[in-house]
């Protein structure tokens, strides 16, 4: 009898163990994504490309948006999700970030977004980045459903891919662009620090072309070898291998340039080279040249918004006024946080709001997290806009997404609804709720 009561015993004790192990472990788990057919209801709708729709409904269904507008039959069997004195946007595309690649500057282990080397376009940062990355659903609950993840380093560092902001693996994440990323070399100082002579900047300048210019020919002649033999003549040469598509134009060459003498030579090499596909990205002194680069027909991703003037006489909203200027000249603009790693891109409508009060008008800036860089990566036929079709990339909020004081309630990428949860919301509300510490009395 005494043995048994033991074994029961024991067993009771493991069996508690076993349950209190079972309730800690679904306590340390993160909400999931939830998918199915949602039915937004009574919302208006930003749809950017179609106008605002009031009192409007959203039928979202296998991933994809499947109705839109007024007097909607809900399916049956759909989550309706009343959106009373709300708004539907659709998810904010932000075209410069490091995220996933970069999480602790500091520590080597948690940064994989520079590589060695100076001539290393075969870098893909899809595959290192890191779909676990704190910054993803801090980013994502503010309504920034897409990224794109830019490699940094010396003249071609890599290849920026664009990313959703849900999935376990780069694969999943992966939204359809990849362009091939080059720092134009710079004739100015790299900071403060940057004690060179004139002389010096500018031989440091004549050098990182030649260099560019080496690589680029290299790569047509490479291109010829490999489009005359099929691909058979060629040997291992992974650099000029990840070139081709850009002489090709099947991939964008994606520019960062940003002073004004830098961006009239990156002008007038991308036309003396012929370059069939570029993107500039930062152009920060793009108000300097805006004439010259709508002329080139060349498409921009501007910011950050929310910086310092580069010169000393600069006006003090030279860089707030500079993506309106740009597109009032006829540049086609999009708008990028390009928070230099430190993880605030939710920031990015706010960076928008900056070009509204200096000049954009509000409907291009909203375009210009939306559907302009949409279409300057090619997949505007995807995302950008509420659409029939596209992809279900949305989120509702309860004002404009341009107030601070805006806060968001849903978001949804590729049709699923993600929690609301981050790093953030979770200290928010440990410490709003906190116990008094001890008492040392």
């Not at 060695?116 to 609950?141: E, F, H, W």
């Not at 710079?186 to 031989?203: I, V």
């Not at 440091?204 to 489009?227: F, G, R």
Request: hydrophobic fraction near 40%.
């Amino acid at each position: 009898m005494k043995t048994t009561m033991k074994n029961t015993k024991s067993i009771y004790g493991i069996f508690v163990a076993l349950i209190c192990l079972g309730v800690m472990f679904a306590e340390a788990q993160s909400p999931k994504a939830k998918n199915g057919t949602f039915a937004l209801t009574n919302a208006t709708i930003e749809t950017v490309t179609r106008g605002t729709i009031a009192n409007g409904t959203v039928i979202i269904s296998n991933g994809k948006i499947t109705a839109v507008g007024t007097n909607i039959q809900v399916p049956a069997g759909a989550e309706v999700i009343n959106c009373n004195g709300q708004k539907i946007y659709p998810g904010m595309i932000d075209t410069g970030s490091k995220i996933g690649l970069l999480e602790i500057g500091q520590i080597p282990q948690a940064t994989d977004e520079r590589e060695s080397g100076d001539i290393i376009p075969q870098m893909r940062a899809l595959t290192a980045i890191n779909p676990n990355a704190t910054a993803i659903p801090v980013t994502r609950i503010a309504g920034v459903t897409t990224t794109l993840t830019l490699p940094e380093g010396g003249l071609l560092p890599g290849t920026a891919a664009l990313v959703n902001l849900h999935g376990y693996t780069p694969d999943q994440m992966y939204a359809g662009f990849e362009g091939v990323v080059l720092n134009f070399p710079n004739t100015g100082r790299r900071g403060f620090g940057d004690r060179r002579t004139e002389d010096e900047l500018k031989k440091a300048s004549e050098k990182a072309l030649a260099t560019l210019n080496d690589a680029w020919d290299k790569a047509i002649q490479y291109h010829k070898l490999d489009s005359a033999t099929g691909g058979k003549g060629v040997g291992y040469y992974p650099e000029m291998q990840a070139m081709v598509p850009v002489i090709r134009g099947e991939r964008a060459l994606l520019i960062e340039v940003n002073m004004q003498k830098d961006i009239q030579a990156a002008l007038k090499w991308v036309k003396d080279k012929k370059v069939k596909k570029v993107v500039f990205m930062g152009v920060s002194e793009g108000w300097r040249e805006a004439e010259n680069i709508a002329k080139a027909n060349i498409p921009v991703l501007a910011g950050p918004v929310i910086a310092i003037p580069n010169r000393d006489y600069d006006r003090y909203d030279a860089q707030y006024a500079n993506p309106g200027i740009m597109r009032k000249a006829g540049v086609k603009v999009a708008i990028r946080s390009n928070e230099d790693g430190n993880g605030n891109y939710r920031n990015l409508p706010y960076h928008a709001g900056f070009a509204v009060a200096y000049g954009m008008t509000k409907e291009d800036a909203l375009k210009a997290i939306t559907i302009v860089p949409a279409e300057i990566l090619g997949v505007s036929d995807k995302m950008g806009s509420i659409e029939v079709g596209k992809s279900a990339n949305l989120f509702v909020c309860d004002g404009d997404i341009f107030e601070t004081k805006t806060q968001v309630s849903h978001v949804f990428i590729e049709g699923w609804k993600m929690p609301m949860q981050s790093r953030q919301t979770l200290l928010y509300e440990e410490f709003l709720k906190r116990e008094p510490g001890l008492n040392k009395n």
